[in-house]
């Protein structure tokens, strides 16, 4: 079992900057890819990026590509999610998810997912 708590989110004007935090506990996150979700209400959770067990391979959706940076300590047991010029369109719950396979952006393919935090972007 892997448990995962995010924080980080708030209330923010647009081209404002937020970092979520994802800790994690329970087995070896350094087995793990991880990645982050969002949902809009009324909208399907969509993929927004992703990292490999290592760090080295990083994956993003189109819309938050030189936005948005993930990254992970797994020393600290922590994934991350740096989030600049942040827009309107940005407003949603955010979730971590890990994954025994290479990181997708697939979500059925993540077995463990944090509560979500609540980003809102205002114009």
């Known amino acids: 079992q892997v448990q995962l708590v995010e924080s980080g989110g708030g209330l923010v004007q647009a081209g404002g900057s937020l970092r979520l935090s994802c800790a994690a506990s329970?087995?070896?996150?350094?087995?793990?890819?991880m990645g982050w979700f969002r949902q809009a209400p009324g909208k399907e959770r969509e993929f927004v990026a992703g990292i490999s067990w290592n760090g080295v391979g990083t994956g993003y959706t189109d819309s938050v590509k030189g936005r948005f940076t993930i990254s992970r300590d797994n020393a600290k047991n922590t994934v991350y999610l740096q989030m600049n010029s942040l827009k309107p369109e940005d407003t949603a719950v955010y979730y971590c998810?890990?994954?025994?396979?290479?990181?997708?952006?697939?979500?059925?393919?993540?077995?463990?997912w944090g509560q979500g935090t609540q980003v809102t972007v205002s114009s």
């Open positions: 329970g087995r070896t996150f350094s087995n793990y890819g």
């Open positions: 998810a890990a994954t025994e396979d290479r990181f997708s952006s697939g979500y059925k393919s993540y077995k463990y």
